[in-house]
């Protein structure tokens, strides 16, 4: 079976950078997503690593290390709309389901 | 076709009533999920559709639960003698299955239920 960690608060101060970590235990893999999901809404696709190394993409990045069970996702410049929860979540066999973790909320301040 | 769309957002109810929700995929993407999200949690995996077909399903779904996707498009979840405990934010998503984006779940805004 699946199973994700992830810090369930992080506050960081606006235009500033900061790391969400997600360590996972899985049997098989194949890939890693991060979602956001701002509170209320459903969860919208950020980015999808299936190869080690950093991926980026405007202001947000993301990091895996398959050998660790590792990832991060790295925002950048942050912005008072950039609180929200982050998802780290990983697909089983044949991407019939995905598990996710319980996600990261995440509060930006002034 | 803009996304994923769910039918009703909002659904309160008592306790015992039936309540069934819809789900219209992105147009010809022929893998369909829905999930169940709590307060504070990740979304739960309930079932899952390629195309008309039940694939798999998931251990948190009850006898009381059902699902649907009678010609593989859209798709409807019934959830029989509601209880408290049924009270969620039901999503569906849905991917192409292949090409680009194959890997990529869409969700749509979720139906959210009230069991009184």
């Known amino acids: 079976g699946q199973n994700i960690d992830q810090p369930t608060e992080m506050t960081a101060t606006e235009g500033a950078i900061v790391q969400i970590n997600c360590t996972y235990q899985?049997?098989?893999?194949?890939?890693l997503f991060w979602y956001q999901q701002h509170a209320g809404e459903a969860p919208t696709f950020l980015s999808y690593n299936v190869l080690d190394g950093l991926e980026e993409k405007g202001r947000f990045s993301s990091f895996l290390s398959r050998s660790k069970g590792y990832s991060y996702l790295l925002l950048k410049e942050l912005q008072m709309k950039d609180s929200a929860s982050y998802l780290c979540a990983v697909p089983s066999g044949g991407y019939q389901k995905v598990t996710f973790g319980t996600g990261t909320k995440l509060q930006v301040i002034p | 076709d803009t996304g994923v769309s769910q039918d009703p957002r909002h659904k309160i109810t008592k306790r015992g009533q039936n309540v069934t929700f819809r789900c219209d995929p992105i147009s010809e993407h022929n893998r369909l999920y829905w999930y169940r999200q709590t307060l504070g949690q990740g979304p739960e995996f309930l079932t899952y559709?390629?195309?008309?077909?039940?694939?798999?399903k998931s251990r948190l779904l009850s006898d009381r639960f059902s699902a649907e996707r009678p010609k593989g498009s859209f798709s409807t979840l019934e959830i029989q003698r509601t209880e408290q405990g049924d009270s969620a934010m039901y999503l569906c998503?849905?991917?192409?299955?292949?090409?680009?984006?194959?890997?990529?779940?869409?969700f749509g805004p979720g139906t959210r239920l009230t069991v009184l």
């Open positions: 998503a849905s991917n192409p299955g292949q090409g680009a984006g194959r890997d990529t779940q869409y």
């Open positions: 899985t049997s098989g893999f194949n890939g």
């Open positions: 559709f390629q195309n008309e077909a039940q694939l798999e």
